[in-house]
């Protein structure tokens, strides 16, 4: 084969498939320990509905069932709404795309290795090695298809062809539901492509050439377009010459390829290493000392891999299944990163938290332990972890003291203080165990961690500068008025008097000056649990600062401001 020559190429294409990643990822997540049936069957009727993912107020992919409806690509978000009123947005989201892709991969490379990510929903092989293996293209492509289709994908197209350029074209325009597969022949390319619009450039002519090449191909095509050039065919009859005085370089690939001259070889991709590690064991344990034991050698292992690469595992999922099939599964943060004792001890808390903890809506472990998954959630160079050239400082011996502790007394035998979110200062302050980050801590805080509820609305919260010292215990106070009676506020948030001085552990404090009063509300809704009450900012004749709260008859302090 001489250089240049275009490479007999496969292409694989999955139609709208930022809906299709959407689907997956919202029927894995029905499927997840603690969801039940019920949210899998809610998540299957959902998404039966029209969907359409957009993008800057454009539609970007949308289901079969919103086309039906006149859902296009490429349309306003507005006029998608008309067509179709009863149309499910979904902002598009490229992580979730890749995500969702990166296991389609791996499965077609188990059957035909070589193959290139072009991007989610599109990938590229040679075609030569799978038609020998398979006994044709045609019979290579099914097969794949085929495949796929047994995993749950429908509607996967196939398009064979010189380049991976024409080869997409093909899987795009030559196919269709009953026929999923398009064979252009050897050297036929060009004649393929001469009928198709200049406007095929904007979307898929630069494969491999990153945003900046889409860009160039788009504002070349619309260049195009209004010079009177409207098809492949037409760009090709151009001189390359003047296309290069015009164009420059880039305007010399896109011509190459209108003319079927696509000589940019496939690029397969290297497979992820594998770092995942798990265990079976048979017949499965029932002591939780008994799966520790036997992680020892599993979690060495695991470590070593993942110093193979030169990374190291900052968060970690251990997934445990029981013996009835039944879930447990949870992600283990760590302040620096894992070693070997550290995921036993991980896997031996997370069994001590959930085994015999199962309800109805299958959480927990109900049986022995059949199996031990671990798999690193993230990761980070190994060179960020290395040991200072003199030793650790400060920081570095006393995490390793706290995790000493914590290995001996478990998860939550070591505690940290962390600001969570609430409208009293007492509610903010949570304990969060030791090696868990207050961002994404779910067990302390529940769904969305410390730093979403930071994040919520609060209304009535105290702003910053928050005050140093916070009373766990309300400390009742007394505040009257210059002639001692006692000061309130009544319904429209009026002081009945100026507070003079309040009376705090027996202690009589003049106040010097007051600000106030600030209303916090709770529970509106439900008169059994609401709540009105004040706040008050005063400063006494020592210059302390103090935080009092009157509650209806009675006043504390809340805290104080050292």
């Known amino acids: 084969m001489t250089p240049g020559t275009p490479v007999r190429s496969l292409v694989l294409w999955f139609p709208d498939w930022p809906v299709t990643a959407l689907e997956r990822e919202a029927g894995a997540a029905a499927q997840r320990p603690g969801s039940g049936p019920d949210a899998a069957s809610g998540a299957q009727h959902r998404w039966r509905h029209p969907i359409a993912v957009v993008e800057r107020n454009l539609v970007v992919a949308c289901s079969a069932s919103a086309r039906a409806e006149g859902v296009r690509r490429g349309q306003r978000r507005r006029d998608a709404q008309a067509r179709c009123p009863g149309l499910t947005l979904v902002n598009a989201d490229a992580a979730r795309d890749h995500r969702a892709f990166a296991p389609i991969v791996s499965l077609i490379e188990e059957r035909a290795p070589g193959v290139q990510l072009v991007r989610p929903g599109l990938c590229a092989l040679r075609a030569r090695g799978p038609a020998r293996y398979y006994g044709g293209e045609t019979e290579a492509a099914r097969m794949l298809i085929g495949a796929l289709r047994d995993a749950g994908l429908e509607g996967v197209r196939a398009g064979i062809a010189d380049g991976p350029f024409t080869a997409e074209q093909a899987a795009r325009g030559g196919t269709s539901a009953d026929d999923p597969v398009f064979v252009v022949p050897a050297g036929g390319a060009a004649g393929f492509l001469a009928p198709l619009s200049v406007a095929v450039l904007d979307a898929s002519a630069m494969i491999g050439a990153g945003a900046a090449g889409t860009k160039d191909a788009a504002d070349l095509a619309g260049l195009l377009a209004r010079l009177g050039v409207q098809t492949l065919g037409g760009f090709a009859a151009m001189e390359p ?127 022995g332990v059949a199996l031990v998954r671990i798999s690193p959630e993230a990761v980070d160079a190994a060179s960020h972890h290395a040991p200072a050239l003199f030793g650790g400082g400060p920081e570095e011996r006393v995490h390793h003291a706290l995790s000493r502790v914590q290995a001996m007394l478990g998860h939550r035998g070591v505690l940290t203080p962390a600001i969570g979110g609430g409208r009293w200062l007492a509610e903010r302050q949570v304990l969060v165990p030791w090696g868990d980050r207050d961002e994404r801590d779910r067990q302390a805080t529940g769904a969305g961690g410390l730093a979403a509820q930071r994040a919520r609305p609060w209304p009535g919260s105290l702003p910053d500068p928050l005050p140093t010292t916070v009373f766990a215990d309300p400390v009742p106070v007394d505040v009257r008025a210059l002639g001692g009676e006692l000061v309130d506020v009544d319904e429209r948030g009026n002081v009945a008097a100026v507070p003079a001085f309040f009376i705090e552990s027996g202690r009589r404090r003049a106040i010097e000056a007051w600000a106030g009063p600030w209303p916090v509300v709770e529970r509106g809704w439900d008169a059994a649990r609401s709540r009105r009450a004040y706040r008050f900012q005063v400063v006494d004749a020592e210059g302390s600062a103090w935080l009092l709260v009157c509650d209806g008859d009675a006043w504390t302090a809340e805290a104080t401001y050292d």
């Not at 003319?259 to 070889?265: Q, T």
């Not at 620096?336 to 903890?357: C, H, I, K, M, N």
């Open 241 to 367: 010459d003047r296309v290069r005085e015009r164009f420059g370089e880039r305007g010399v690939r896109l011509h190459a390829l209108a003319a079927g001259h696509d000589s940019r070889p496939v690029q397969p991709r290297t497979p992820p290493p594998e770092l995942q590690r798990e265990v079976a064991f048979d017949p499965p344990l029932e002591i939780a000392e008994q799966v520790a034991f036997a992680m020892r050698v599993t979690a060495d292992d695991f470590i070593a891999g993942l110093g193979a690469v030169d990374l190291v595992c900052t968060e970690l999922r251990v997934e445990l299944v029981g013996d009835r099939a039944e879930r447990s599964e949870r992600v283990w943060l760590h302040p620096g990163s894992f070693d070997a004792p550290a995921v036993v001890d991980r896997v031996r808390w997370q069994l001590a938290e959930d085994v015999g903890t199962g309800d109805a809506a299958g959480r927990g472990l109900r049986s």
